[in-house]
């Protein structure tokens, strides 16, 4: 089945500095790949999303980048706020399957 | 929509005792999904239904788990007898069709277990 690792497990960053967030997959046949952002005590909710087809998206400060060929993809955030500090989790389709494999989460910290 | 509908949302029971965890998914999504957090393991997939019929449950650690769903807007992720390792968040979540065709999943608040 589909195995999805994520780095890293924590980053700290200032305010205003960029973040980039890496995950891998197993399956090749995976083709969607959300990314989603958990504040403490709080359920996971979407930021953004990435499918095969395509290579880049963007939504105003986050992108992801999507390399099919060598089955990763990355989240980046830019001029980052206290409030983006919060664990982001990626996540890859199961093959043809309907289900999400997550990877184990990295915990950012935006500091003042 | 309300959103993913989970209860209860904390709860505190003694090693043993039964468990029943509710769930009802956003109103004409086909899939429904219960995943385990925790510190050490992350999100996990416990078992997936497509129109209340369950897919994969490879992800149910063991017997002492199990999950229904009698009809499309409401399932049950049931513990019997509980342990204080099954402590953790349950996640219910739902989606319309399947991930694999680029449909996003929405979580529930999640129900807080404790098992003491």
């Known amino acids: 089945g589909e195995n999805v690792e994520q780095h890293p497990s924590t980053l700290s960053v200032q305010e205003g500095d960029s973040a980039v967030i890496k995950c891998t997959y197993s399956d090749s046949a995976s083709n969607y790949f959300p990314w989603y952002k958990q504040e403490l005590g709080k359920r996971p909710q979407l930021i953004i999303d990435i499918r095969s087809n395509v290579g880049e998206k963007k939504d105003q400060r986050i992108a992801v980048t999507l390399n099919k060929t060598a089955k990763h993809f990355s989240l980046h955030i830019t001029e980052t706020q206290p409030e983006d500090s919060a664990v982001y989790f990626c996540?890859?389709?199961?093959?043809?399957?309907?289900?999400?494999?997550f990877g184990k989460g990295t915990k950012l910290s935006v500091k003042p | 929509d309300a959103g993913v509908i989970q209860s209860p949302r904390h709860e505190v029971t003694e090693m043993g005792q039964e468990v029943t965890l509710r769930c009802k998914p956003i109103?004409?999504?086909?899939?429904l999904f219960w995943y385990r957090q925790t510190m050490m393991r992350g999100l996990e997939l416990l078992i997936y239904f497509n129109n209340n019929v369950p897919i994969d449950d490879s992800g149910m650690p063991e017997d002492r788990f199990s999950a229904k769903m009698p009809n499309a807007s409401f399932s049950t992720l049931k513990i019997q007898p509980s342990e204080p390792r099954d402590s953790a968040v349950y996640f219910c979540?739902?989606?319309?069709?399947?991930?694999?065709?680029?449909?996003?999943?929405?979580f529930g608040e999640g129900s807080w277990l404790t098992v003491v």
């Open positions: 109103s004409g999504h086909d899939y």
């Open positions: 979540a739902s989606s319309w069709w399947s991930a694999s065709s680029g449909n996003t999943i929405y």
């Open positions: 996540a890859a389709s199961g093959g043809s399957q309907g289900n999400l494999i």
